[in-house]
């Protein structure tokens, strides 16, 4: 069965520092998210992107945050300068024709 | 905006009893409704969806979950817990984006479900 797939599973990075999670979305899908999870907290959607633009964004993505697809199956969230309270699990998702979210494993960032 | 709400934070159950996790949701339209489960460390697997017609359905696992229009509710119901079944269960609403059923999902704050032998 196709899968979304995440690297780094585990992300430690220094504050002021910039880092890209990278996903790949299930090969025929069109629309990809973002989301976060802050330890102990729910998962809060960050951004969507379809036909290489943002179809909509929460207040939580600022100008910190970018996200592309470089090529035909790279889909990337870029955080130019961390924060501490960046730390979290970030989700990458995608949908297909029947509308159901496949979501990654996650990648950890740990921000120190 | 979309919302969903939770009410159990946490629910101990004894393995082979059954389950019911109360999920709400506020939406303004017909809404699309998922739950999803998510083991430590892992990511969320999807269990079950609605999307309209038959409003029991039925997902992996074992699990199933009623849509009531009028109590606007979407709960997940299992007849009889295994110990593998301990996890977090989120329940989600999508709204229409543009028209089209790709916006994003909303969560509650998820249910921690303890299974004891």
């Known amino acids: 069965e196709p899968e979304v797939t995440q690297t780094p599973s585990h992300q430690v990075t220094q504050m002021g520092q910039e880092v890209i999670l990278r996903c790949v979305p299930i090969?025929?899908?069109?629309?990809f998210y973002w989301y976060r999870q802050i330890l102990g907290q729910k998962v809060e959607f960050l951004v969507s992107?379809?036909?290489?633009?943002?179809?909509?964004k929460s207040e939580i993505f600022d100008d910190q945050f970018s996200v592309e697809r470089p090529d035909g199956s790279n889909f990337t969230l870029k955080i130019r300068s961390t924060k501490l309270e960046d730390s979290a699990m970030y989700f990458c998702?995608?949908?297909?024709?029947?509308?159901?979210?496949?979501f990654g494993p996650g990648t950890r960032l740990t921000v120190t | 905006a979309q919302s969903v709400t939770q009410p159990d934070i946490h629910i101990t159950v004894s393995e082979g009893a059954s389950l019911e996790l109360r999920c709400n949701y506020s939406?303004?339209?017909?809404?699309?409704l998922f739950w999803y489960v998510q083991s430590p460390g892992q990511g969320l697997q999807l269990l079950l969806k609605?999307?309209?017609?038959?409003?029991l359905v039925q997902g992996i696992k074992g699990f199933e979950a009623e849509f009531k229009r009028s109590q606007s509710s979407f709960n997940l119901r299992k007849p009889s817990v295994h110990w593998s079944d301990a996890a977090e269960y989120f329940c989600?609403?999508?709204?229409?984006?543009?028209?089209?059923?790709?916006?994003?999902?909303?969560f509650g704050q998820g249910t921690i479900l303890t299974v004891h032998p």
């Open positions: 989600a609403v999508r709204a229409l984006a543009g028209g089209t059923s790709y916006g994003k999902l909303t």
């Open positions: 992107f379809y036909n290489n633009e943002i179809s909509e």
């Open positions: 090969s025929n899908h069109l629309y």
């Open positions: 998702a995608s949908v297909g024709g029947n509308y159901e979210q496949y």
């Open positions: 609605y999307f309209s017609g038959d409003t």
């Open positions: 939406y303004g339209a017909t809404p699309y």
